[in-house]
């Protein structure tokens, strides 16, 4: 006698229809997870976009720091030789013999005061407009 395989199997039609139901449920939870999902992978990557744009942005905000901390040690550097140059000064004047003496290294002092002050102001200008030409 020969065995039936199981394709050749029939089965009942109650056990077709509970065998189609259990695929149908699969089924529908599948597309409640993929509803779920939704669009998930896209909102992912955009966060991860923007993530990576703040970091962009957070490294040239530090370099900005980091190039504004080196002027500010610069200016600091210049201010501490400007009160060296007026000590010196201020001991000039204070070993003059005469007016014309004490007048002339008052003016040198103020010049080179102005000079340096100008010099100063113009490079932290040009650092202040290279910023905003940078931002617009």
Do not use: C
Not at 82 to 103: L, S
């Amino acid at each position: 006698m020969a065995q039936k395989k199981t394709s050749d199997v029939d089965y009942s039609m109650h056990e077709k229809i509970m065998a189609l139901y259990e695929l149908q449920k699969i089924d529908s939870q599948i597309d409640e997870i993929n509803k779920v999902k939704g669009e998930l992978p896209l909102e992912v990557q955009d966060l991860e976009d923007e993530l990576a744009g703040l970091n962009t942005r957070i490294e040239n905000i530090n370099a900005e720091i980091e190039e504004l901390n080196t002027l500010t040690r610069q200016r600091k550097r210049e201010v501490d030789q400007a009160k060296i140059m007026i000590g010196n000064y201020k001991e000039q004047q204070n070993n003059v013999r005469n007016n014309r003496e004490f007048d002339a290294i008052t003016k040198e002092e103020a010049e080179e005061l102005i000079a340096s002050w100008v010099t100063g102001e113009r490079t932290a200008l040009s650092v202040v407009r290279a910023k905003e030409e940078g931002t617009q």
